[in-house]
């Protein structure tokens, strides 16, 4: 079970819509606040359209074992990079957290090898979700596959699994 850290970039389901606050469903023993005004842009008249079920790629700002954890989805200067309401139409998965530190540590070769077979989106949560978007779904769905399997591969076994897959 997903324990939060303040700092962590993690993706959430939003499970509750209550008046000012999103109630989001973070993997761990409780949900995780986040206001509408925490998106960029926001104001009391320019709400954000988040409705239940959507996914929403955030920071915590709050997480101790005291009080509720809180996310935003906009950095220290109000500006969004990059967090915010992820896209319907991906695929979300889950894998161990061991796995998603070795994909988001600087110059992962897993994913410059995906790079190089095709374009895809990729959102890591650190609370070991993963959302993916490929052109289509057979491709999306191979990138997934290609990444449940990477954490029980060598670099090896990954290369020949990627050449098999873009014909070489």
Not at 21 to 50: H, I, Q
Not at 69 to 97: A, R, T
Request: net charge neutral.
């Amino acid at each position: 079970q997903y324990v939060p850290v303040k700092g962590d970039h993690v993706i959430g389901i939003v499970t509750v819509k209550a008046g000012d606050v999103f109630r989001l469903d973070v993997g761990g023993s409780e949900p995780a606040s986040l206001s509408y005004l925490a998106f960029e842009g926001a104001t009391k008249r320019n709400r954000p359209n988040v409705q239940v079920g959507d996914l929403i790629y955030g920071q915590f700002v709050v997480a101790n074992k005291d009080m509720e954890p809180e996310m935003v989805c906009i950095d220290s200067n109000g500006k969004s990079s990059g967090m915010g309401i992820i896209g319907q139409d991906g695929f979300l998965f889950k894998v161990s957290l061991g796995l998603i530190r070795k994909l988001l540590a600087p110059k992962c070769e897993i994913i410059q090898e995906l790079s190089q077979l095709y374009p895809f989106e990729l959102v890591l949560g650190m609370n070991g979700r993963i959302w993916v978007k490929a052109k289509t779904v057979q491709q999306t769905l191979i990138i997934v596959n290609i990444l449940e399997a990477c954490e029980y591969m060598t670099a090896e076994q990954r290369k020949q699994a990627l050449a098999k897959l873009s014909g070489n």
